[in-house]
C-alpha cells in the first residue's frame, strides 16, 4: 500500500469532483472459482477499489457517503476457523486504519446500510460491473434486474479525471513493473529459435515474473503468427525464417501494469523482407513517439503513425498512391487494424471497465464505433501532462482479410494486392513502449528495451 | 480429446444410468474477467463437460435428451471478426464431430430449446453451478431465483458413478501429470536452502509446469509455515532450522490432476526433532498405503492413519495415554486437523463441484459435518477398483488452536500442553501421493519421488 495520507487525500479529490450527491458504491473483487468453489484462481483487487482503498483482500465493498463525507469499509475479520485454515493475518481493521478508514462493518451490514439509504431515496452511485458474482450482489443490493444496470456517469467521469493522471508514486511503480517486463523480453529474445515452443517461452518469461513476486498485466501473447492479433495459442514451433511476436507484461504487487511488443527473427538476423517491413514500423513507432506533448489529440497520433505506415508500404509495393489520401480512405487498415495505443496504469487498459467512451474520448468527440479500424483506437481524445500510454504500431497480414477484401476489390486503387498475395503467411510485426504525457513532450517508461535492426541481431548474435 | 468413441460411449452409459427422463443439462465455462471484461484468467473448461463432451472452448452448453437419446452442443462458430482478431481455428463443428455430436446448434437458440422443454414441463436435469455467470444464465432460462436451484440429484450421483471408476486412458493423463510435477517437486527440494523467497520457488516450480505445457491444478502451498494448511502466502525467506512444505501439482492440457506434498528442511540435513515427527507422518503414510484395497472404507483408512499419528506422538511425547482412545476422543485433530485424502481426477478434489456427500459418502452412511477433524474428511465410502485418490497424513502445529484448546483445558487427559508450546513455531508436515484402487490394493500412480529422510538427505547434499 501507499501511505495512509494517498488514500485519504485520494478520496476527498474525488468527494469533490463528483457533481452529486448521495453515496458512492465500491465492490472489491472475490477470488473466482476454476473447476469448483474451493479451487481458485489468483486473487486480483478491482483497480478502482485498489486506488481509493489500497487492501487487497477478497470480498470487501465500500462507500464513500458523499454528503456526510465520510469512508466505510464492509468485510469480515477472518473467524478462528479461518484462522486455523489459512493463519493469522493482519485484521481488515488494521489494512483499514492503513487506508485511513476507521468504519469498519461487516459485510452483512451493507445491505442494510443500502436498505436504508434506498428508503430514503438517497442517490447510490456505482460503476459497470464486470465480474459475474458483483452483477449477482449489486442486484440483490440494489432490487435491480440484472440487465438494468445503469452505472453513475458522473461518479465514472470523476474517476477517469482523477486515475487518468498519475502520480509520481504511480509512476514508479509503472517503471518498476517495466524493469521486470524488460527482462522478461530479453529472456524471449534469446530463447527464440528454431525448434523451441511457443508455451515454452511464454512459460519461462512469466517465470521472470513471478520470480520478481509480480502477476501478468494479461495473458501473454507469443507467436509466430504476430498477425493474429490477439493470439493466445502456444503450441506452435519456432521455424527459421520466421518472425516471433512477443506482447507481454507484468504487473507489480500493487497492481500497475507494464506492456511492451517486441518482434525479432527466430533466426540471429531478419531477412531483407523482414528487415524493411520491420524499419517501417520502427518509423511509425518514431514518429507517433515525436508527436506525444500535453495538449495534442491521441487520435492524431494514431493517424501519424498510419500515414507513416502507409508511406513506407507505399514505399515497399504493398500499398500504392498517396499515403495521406490512403489513410483518409482508411485503406491502411489492410495492414494495421486497431489502435495505436491506449492508457495503462492500475490495468493494462487502464479503466476499461468504466467505459472507453469516458476513458478514450469526450462528449464532444465522441468514439467512432463504426469505421473498421479507427473504431478499435481506444485512446482518441486531447493528452494531458500525466496520462500514461502505449504506442504500438503494427503491420499484420490476416488472410482471412486478404482474401475478403480482394473478393471485394476493395481498396484496389491503394493496395497492390498481387505482392500482397505473397505476403499472406508473413505474420505481423508490433513494437510497443509506455510513455508518460508531459507539457513538453513525453517520458519514455522503464529501461530502453533494445529494438532497432542492429541492436537486434547483435544481441541475438550472442546466444 | 480422446476418440470419438470415448464420448459416445460415456454419454450413452450416463444416458443407460440416470434414473429418470427428460433432458440433461450442462454448461462450459467462459473466460472470466480479471480486472475488465476484455482481460482474463487461463481458460479451463468445465470437468463434466470435458468429460462428456472433451471440447474446450469457452461459451459452450450442451443437453442429452434422454428420451430420445440425442446429444446437441450449443455455441457459435467464429465470425469474421473474431477471425481476424483471433486468428482461423477449428470449426466448433469439427470439434464437436470428434466428439460424435452431429447436431450443433447457435448458442441463442438454447434458450428457445429450453423454453419449448419447459412449456411442455419436461425434467430439465442440471448440476450445482459454481461459477456465477452460469449461475445467472441458468437463472435465465429456467426462470429460477438465483437462491432456488436444484441440482438434480439422479444426474449427479449418475455422473459420480461414471467418473469415480477411471478409465486406463484416464490413469495415462494422471500419471502423465505426475511425471511432471515430480520434476516440479524435485526442483523445490533443490532450491529450498537459507535465503530463498517462497515466491521464487512458487514460480520456478511452475515454470516446470509450463514448459511442458501443463497449467497447474491448483495454487501451490510452498511455504515455511506448514502448520497453515491452505497458506498461499509466499512472501516468506526461508531461514535455517526450518522445514518447507510444497503441495503442488499440474494438470495436463486435458485437464487430469496431480497432487503431491513433501516436507524437507531447508538446510540439507533434518534436525532430530524435525527427522522423529517426520517419521511419524511416514509412518502413518505408509500404513495407510498399505491399506488401501476395494472393499475398505476410506473412512477406516483415515482412522488407521490418525492411530498411528497418534501412537507417534505418544511415543515423541506430544500425546499421552493410549492411540485408540485419543483418536476415538478425536484428540489427534490437535495435530491432523484434516482428512486422510480426497478423490481425484479431472479436478484435484474430483467432482467436488457435485457435492462431497455424493462423491465420498453414502446416503446410508452421510458425511459427519459437525465434528471437528473428521468434518473435514472429503471421502469417507467403501473403495472401489478404478477410484484414484490421494493419501497425505500430516502434523500441523496451530498456534491459535494450541492456545484455544489449552485455556479450554481440552483433551487435557491425552495432550501434553507443556511440551506441545515449545512447538508452537514449529510449522507441519505432510507427505502426500496418489493411488488407484484395484481389488488387490493399489497402484502407486506416477514416478516414485523420494520421501524418506535418507533419500531427501541424500538428494539434498548433491546441491
Same mark, same amino acid.
Given at each position: 500500500?501507499? $501511505? *495512509? ?15 452529486? &450527491? ?27 477499489? %485498489? ?13 464513500? #457517503?458523499?454528503?456526510? +463525507? ?8 477472518? /473467524? ?28 452483512? #451490514? @451493507? ?30 443490493? @440494489? ?69 520478481? +513476486? ?14 493474429? %492479433? ?13 518472425? @516471433?511476436?512477443?506482447? /507481454?507484461?507484468? =504487473? ?6 507494464? #506492456? ?16 524493411? @517491413?520491420?524499419?517501417?514500423?520502427? $518509423? ?8 506525444? *506533448?500535453?495538449?495534442?489529440?491521441? *487520435? $492524431? ?20 498512391? +498517396? ?46 464505433? *463504426?469505421?473498421?479500424?479507427?473504431? /478499435? ?32 476489390? &476493395?481498396?484496389?486503387?491503394?493496395? $497492390?494486392?498481387?505482392?500482397? +498475395? ?22 519514455? %517508461?522503464?529501461? =530502453? ?15
Amino acid at each position: 500500500m501507499f $501511505n *495512509k495520507d494517498t488514500y485519504i487525500k485520494r478520496r476527498q479529490n474525488l468527494v469533490n469532483n463528483v457533481q452529486s &450527491k448521495g453515496i458512492l458504491l465500491f465492490f472489491g473483487n472475490i477470488e473466482n472459482p476454476v473447476n469448483f468453489e474451493d479451487n481458485t484462481y489468483h486473487f486480483r483487487q478491482d483497480s478502482t477499489f %485498489l486506488y481509493y482503498f489500497g487492501i487487497q483482500q477478497p470480498k470487501l465493498a465500500a462507500i464513500i #457517503d458523499l454528503d456526510e +463525507n465520510k469512508s466505510i469499509v464492509f468485510g469480515n475479520e477472518m /473467524s478462528i476457523d479461518e484462522i486455523v485454515w489459512m493463519g493469522r493475518q493482519e485484521t481488515l481493521k488494521d489494512k483499514c486504519e492503513k487506508s485511513g478508514v476507521l468504519d469498519v462493518r461487516p459485510y452483512a #451490514d @451493507l445491505a442494510t446500510y443500502l436498505a436504508t439509504a434506498l428508503s430514503v431515496k438517497r442517490p447510490i452511485h456505482y460503476l459497470p460491473p464486470y465480474q459475474s458474482v458483483n452483477k449477482i450482489l449489486l442486484s440483490e443490493l @440494489l432490487q435491480i434486474s440484472l440487465g438494468d444496470f445503469k452505472a453513475s456517469v458522473a461518479m465514472i467521469q470523476a474517476i477517469v479525471k482523477q486515475r487518468e493522471i498519475k502520480e509520481s508514486q504511480e509512476i514508479e511503480q509503472i517503471e518498476s513493473a517495466l524493469k521486470v517486463s524488460t527482462q522478461m523480453h530479453l529472456l524471449a529474445m534469446q530463447m527464440a529459435r528454431p525448434g523451441a515452443k511457443e508455451y515454452e517461452i511464454v512459460s519461462a518469461i512469466e517465470h521472470v515474473a513471478g520470480s520478481h +513476486n509480480c502477476e501478468l498485466a494479461y495473458p501473454s501473447i507469443v507467436t509466430v503468427n504476430g498477425g493474429i %492479433l490477439h493470439n493466445h495459442y502456444k503450441m506452435n514451433t519456432l521455424e527459421s525464417g520466421r518472425l @516471433l511476436l512477443n506482447d /507481454s507484461g507484468c =504487473e507489480t504487487s500493487m497492481g500497475y501494469a507494464s #506492456d511492451l511488443t517486441r518482434t525479432y527473427p527466430v533466426d540471429k538476423t531478419f531477412t531483407s523482407e523482414q528487415r524493411d @517491413l520491420y524499419n517501417i514500423v520502427l $518509423n511509425s513507432f518514431e514518429g507517433a513517439k515525436a508527436e506525444l *506533448k500535453a495538449g495534442v489529440k491521441y *487520435k $492524431n497520433v494514431h493517424l501519424k503513425a498510419c500515414e507513416i505506415l502507409a508511406q513506407g508500404l507505399i514505399d515497399f509495393g504493398l500499398m500504392k498512391g +498517396n499515403a495521406q489520401d490512403a489513410v483518409a480512405n482508411h485503406a491502411h487498415t489492410m495492414f494495421f487494424q486497431c489502435g495505436l495505443g491506449h492508457m495503462m496504469g492500475l490495468d493494462v487498459h487502464d479503466m476499461e471497465d468504466l467505459g472507453e467512451q469516458y476513458v478514450g474520448y469526450t462528449a464532444e468527440e465522441p468514439k467512432d464505433t *463504426k469505421q473498421f479500424g479507427i473504431k /478499435s483506437l481506444r485512446l482518441g481524445k486531447e493528452l494531458k501532462a500525466g496520462h500514461v500510454l502505449t504506442v504500438e504500431p503494427g503491420i499484420y497480414f490476416i488472410p482471412e482479410l486478404i482474401e475478403m477484401w480482394q473478393a471485394e476489390n &476493395k481498396y484496389a486503387e491503394f493496395i $497492390n494486392y498481387e505482392k500482397l +498475395n505473397k505476403f499472406k503467411d508473413f505474420g505481423g510485426i508490433r513494437i510497443e513502449d509506455n510513455f508518460l504525457i508531459n507539457n513538453d513532450g513525453y517520458k519514455h %517508461l522503464g529501461p =530502453e528495451l533494445i529494438k532497432t535492426v542492429t541492436e537486434i541481431e547483435d544481441y541475438k548474435r550472442q546466444f
